[in-house]
T-cell receptor, first 114, second 114 residues
Framework: AQKITQTQPGMFVQEKEAVTLDCTYD???????LFWYKQPSSGEMIFLIY??????QNATEGRYSLNFQKARKSANLVISASQLGDSAMYFC???????????FGTGTRLQVFP | DAGVIQSPRHEVTEMGQEVTLRCKPI?????LFWYRQTMMRGLELLIY????????DSGMPEDRFSAKMPNASFSTLKIQPSEPRDSAVYFC????????????FGSGTQLSVL
C-alpha cells in the first residue's frame, strides 16, 4: 500500500509567489514524523523541514512551512516568496515510530519562472 | 564535520560484473540507510542498519544484492552479478537516532551497468 502520496508530478510558480506542494500519508502508528527534502538538479538531498505527529504547531523554517492536518493525513509544504533557486524536485517522506524507516513519495518537480 | 561519504561517485561496469558501493556515515550516527533512486520507481529504501545490525532488508530487490556494516564507520552495498536494470543512483544516509531525526544523505553513487 502506498504510504506517501504526492499527486502533483509537476508545478509551476512565478517568482515571489507562494506555492503549495501536496502530500498525503497513511499510517496506523500514533507516533511518526513527516519530512520534506529538496533535490536540485545536482542530485543532492537537502532536508527542508520536519513535523512530528504530536506537534500541535505547524513547523516553519524560513520560507518553508508545513501545513499539517492530522485528521486528513496531509502534510503540505508551503514555500513563500518563491525564488528561481527553488526549482527542484521536492520529496515528502514519513518515518514511522514503530519501524524507523523513512519512506519517500514520488516527488513533485517545481519550476519557478521569472 | 564531514558529511556522509560515498564512493565511488560514478561507476560504469558491464553486465555480470560485481559492483561494490561504499559508505562512511557521520561519526556517532547509529542508523544507516541505503536507498536506490530511479526515474520509474523513485526513491526506494533497500535496507537499513541500527548499531551495525541489519534491521530491515525487505527492500533489497533480490539475492544479487547484499549489504554489510562491519563497523560503525563503514558499510557496503554489493551487487553480484550486476544487470542493466540495476542502473540507478544509490544513496547512503545516516541519522543519530530514531524518531524525528532527519537523515543526512551522501552525494550518491551513479551506477551504470552496460
Amino acid at each position: 500500500a502506498q504510504k506517501i502520496t504526492q499527486t502533483q508530478p509537476g508545478m509551476f510558480v512565478q517568482e515571489k509567489e507562494a506555492v503549495t506542494l501536496d502530500c498525503t500519508y497513511d499510517t496506523s502508528d500514533q507516533s511518526y514524523g513527516l519530512f520534506w527534502y529538496k533535490q536540485p538538479s545536482s542530485g543532492e538531498m537537502i532536508f527542508l523541514i520536519y513535523q512530528g505527529s504530536y506537534d500541535e504547531q505547524n513547523a516553519t523554517e524560513g520560507r518553508y512551512s508545513l501545513n499539517f492536518q492530522k485528521a486528513r493525513k496531509s502534510a503540505n509544504l508551503v514555500i513563500s516568496a518563491s525564488q528561481l533557486g527553488d526549482s527542484a524536485m521536492y520529496f515528502c517522506a514519513m518515518r514511522e515510530g514503530a519501524t524507523d524507516k523513512l519512506i519517500f513519495g514520488t516527488g513533485t518537480r517545481l519550476q519557478v519562472f521569472p | 564535520d564531514a558529511g556522509v561519504i560515498q564512493s565511488p561517485r560514478h561507476e560504469v561496469t558491464e553486465m555480470g560484473q560485481e559492483v561494490t558501493l561504499r559508505c562512511k556515515p557521520i561519526s556517532g550516527h547509529d542508523y544507516l540507510f541505503w536507498y536506490r533512486q530511479t526515474m520509474m520507481r523513485g526513491l526506494e529504501l533497500l535496507i537499513y542498519f541500527n548499531n551495525n545490525v541489519p534491521i530491515d532488508d525487505s527492500g533489497m530487490p533480490e539475492d544479487r544484492f547484499s549489504a554489510k556494516m562491519p563497523n560503525a564507520s563503514f558499510s557496503t552495498l554489493k551487487i553480484q552479478p550486476s544487470e542493466p536494470r540495476d542502473s540507478a543512483v544509490y544513496f547512503c544516509a545516516s541519522t543519530p537516532t530514531g524518531g524525528g531525526e532527519k537523515l543526512f544523505f551522501g552525494s550518491g553513487t551513479q551506477l551504470s551497468v552496460l
